[in-house]
Structures are given as structure tokens and as C-alpha cells.
């Protein structure tokens, strides 16, 4: 090959040996979960030496050498919530002699593929996915190059390694606090999305309201885009509804909404109480300080990693591991507890 056209991929060896991206992830990284029969093996091989593909980590792979190098795919940067479960995955694996490589997908399908395609072609040990809403297509694409997977937070399926939140319990128990504390008239204002994750904290408002007989409790459920600037419009329309308590599903929407019931000149807890599921920075860095459900976001993390570094180093003995984590309520000042005259629907 000239040495001034480009490095060479796994698709121009797929395409000189005549087989598939997947059969050649499976020869280079040496792959015993797919048989590939010697005769197909050795032309992808030839076709790897011909392209001068990276031969030193082609030797490694033949070696049965691990290059300790793990990923981690997050949809969000900006949220806290997955800055802390990268932070527990890095120290699990630093711990064990594993880097780990940080990509972020913005929840965008498309990036999403390209990203798991990238790590493919440059032979990461195994990755660790939050996948997007339609992350089915990056997660078949890993599991057919024969790369460990663990998935984190949002569950696809029941046929992967996963570690996440039980994410209706923590929900149900907050507006249970809520209800117990004289609580009504509780408005509900979350991501419009359809991820599993935020439709079961729906169901567990759902569940709470209606143990204390609450008519029409769907209508108090309000949703908007994920950022600050929905969340301000859709509070500015649920103020109207004059809630005395308000419960925000994701703490990047709620940064919004506190502006705007601050905006809008009402007093927490005076006026209305407010717990916000997750604790960004600011929630202790206001007064009052904001209730919480706290998230064990770094184990996610941690738990994740230590799992997929025994998948990569053959401890697991095949078992898919399924793990929920439950938060709790973090109580500090933005409750206020209604007098039994305030308390009539």
C-alpha cells in the first residue's frame, strides 16, 4: 500500500478478503465465540499483512495479549449523572490495569453506530454502553464482533450484562413522601422521551398517587425537551395549575424549572415544595438546599466495569449478570409539610 494514502480499516481487509466486518473483528481479535474455519481465517490474516493493517496489534491479538484498554459510550456529557458513572468505571478499571476510553453519543443513533464502529476497528478489550433509545443496531453490531458488552442504566433486552437504576421504586417512594407530608395537588414535569428508564419514574408517580385515591393524576404529568430552557417554559404553564409541590425527573430539565418558580416570585418550601430525582451540584448550593433522590451512580460505574473486565479475563463462566440499584430520598430544605387545612385536592 502507498505510504501516503490512508491507514488502512478493517472494512478494506473485509472487502480484499471477501468476507464480512464481523468475521475479520473476530480473526484479529482472536475471538473463540464464532467459528471461523482455518482456511478463512488465513486469507484475513493475509489480507491484514497485505494492507500493513496494524500488524503489532494484530500480533498481540494471535498472542492471546489483551491491549487492557476498555471503552465507555454516555449520551450526555453535561449530566452529572453519567460524569459520576464514568468517574466510577475509570477507578475500577485503573484499579485492575485497564484504561478506559470516554465517548459521548449527544443520544444520537447515528453517532452512537459510528462510535461503536471506531472502537471496533481500533480493538478495545470490551465497552460499556448507554445506549440511545434505538441503540439495538450498535449493540448487535458488538455482539457480532464478538466484543465483551456491558450495558449501563438503560436496559435493551434481557439477554445482556446490565447494571442500572431501579427507577420506579426511588420515584414512588418521593411522591409517597410528598402525599405523607399533606401533599395534593403534585405536579410531575419529566423528559419527553421514550426510554424506559423515565417511563417507569412515571408509573411509580402513577402508583403513589392513585394508593391515595388522587383523581386524574395524569393530567398533573408534564413533559418537555431535555435542557434547562423547556423546563423553564413548561414550569411557567404548570405554575398556573397552582401545585403545591412540584417533582422534576431529570436534574438538567430542573434547572429550569427552579428558575422559573423563582422567577415567578413563589418561595421554596414556603410556597411550593420541590424534590428533583438525581442531585446536580447545585442542589446543595442554594438555599434551602434541594431534597434529592441521591443515585449510586458510581457504582453503576464501578459494578459495570468490574463485570466486563471478568467477561475479558474469561471469570464470568457465561452467566449474564442483570443488576438494580435503588436510590434514596435525601431530605434537606425544599419540603414543606402542608397544615391539614391546605391538604383538600
Known amino acids: 500500500m502507498d505510504k501516503t494514502s490512508k491507514q488502512p480499516t478493517i472494512k478494506d481487509i473485509a472487502i480484499l478478503a471477501g468476507t464480512s466486518l464481523a468475521t475479520v473483528s473476530w480473526v484479529l481479535n482472536g475471538s473463540s465465540r464464532k467459528y471461523v474455519s482455518p482456511e478463512l481465517r488465513e486469507r484475513v490474516l493475509d489480507a491484514a499483512r497485505v494492507l500493513n493493517y496494524q500488524p503489532n496489534l494484530i500480533a498481540q491479538r494471535l ?11 454516555v449520551p450526555q456529557f453535561e449530566n452529572i449523572f453519567f460524569n459520576h458513572i464514568v468517574i466510577g468505571a475509570e477507578k475500577l ?42 441503540g439495538a443496531g450498535a449493540i448487535n453490531t458488538v455482539t457480532r464482533a464478538g466484543i465483551p458488552l456491558v450495558l449501563l442504566d438503560r436496559q435493551i433486552g434481557t439477554e445482556f450484562d446490565f447494571v442500572g437504576m431501579d427507577n420506579y421504586t426511588p420515584s414512588y417512594r418521593a411522591i409517597r413522601y410528598l402525599l405523607e407530608k399533606g401533599h395534593r395537588r403534585i405536579a410531575y414535569i419529566g423528559w419527553d422521551t421514550p426510554l424506559h428508564t423515565l417511563i417507569e419514574r412515571n408509573k411509580g408517580f402513577m402508583q403513589a398517587m392513585s394508593e391515595f385515591n388522587i383523581a386524574d393524576a395524569n393530567q398533573w404529568i408534564q413533559k418537555c425537551q431535555r435542557n434547562p430552557e423547556a423546563g423553564y417554559t413548561l414550569a411557567k404553564k404548570v405554575l398556573n395549575l397552582q401545585p403545591t409541590a412540584i417533582f422534576i425527573d ?40 434541594f431534597t434529592c433522590i441521591t443515585l449510586p451512580d458510581y457504582r453503576i460505574g464501578a459494578e459495570g466495569a468490574q463485570i466486563l473486565i471478568d467477561k475479558i479475563e474469561g471469570k464470568t463462566g457465561g452467566q449474564n ?17 402542608l397544615a391539614a387545612k391546605e391538604r383538600e385536592v
Open 63 to 73: 498472542r492471546g495479549k489483551s491491549r487492557k484498554m476498555i471503552a465507555i459510550i
Open 93 to 134: 478499571a485503573n484499579h485492575n490495569g485497564y484504561q478506559l476510553l470516554i465517548c459521548s453519543t449527544d443520544d444520537n443513533p447515528e453517532k452512537e453506530l459510528e462510535m461503536v464502529n471506531q472502537l471496533i476497528a481500533n480493538w478495545v478489550d470490551g465497552i460499556l454502553l448507554i445506549p440511545t433509545y434505538e
Open 250 to 289: 431529570q436534574n438538567t430539565i430542573a434547572e429550569g424549572v427552579v428558575k422559573a418558580i423563582r422567577d415567578s416570585r413563589y418561595k421554596i418550601p414556603e410556597d411550593i415544595s420541590v424534590v428533583i430525582y438525581g442531585e446536580p451540584v447545585w442542589a446543595v448550593m442554594n438555599i434551602p438546599e
Open 321 to 337: 449478570q442483570v443488576i438494580h440499584l435503588l436510590g434514596k430520598i435525601t431530605e434537606r430544605g425544599s419540603v414543606n409539610e
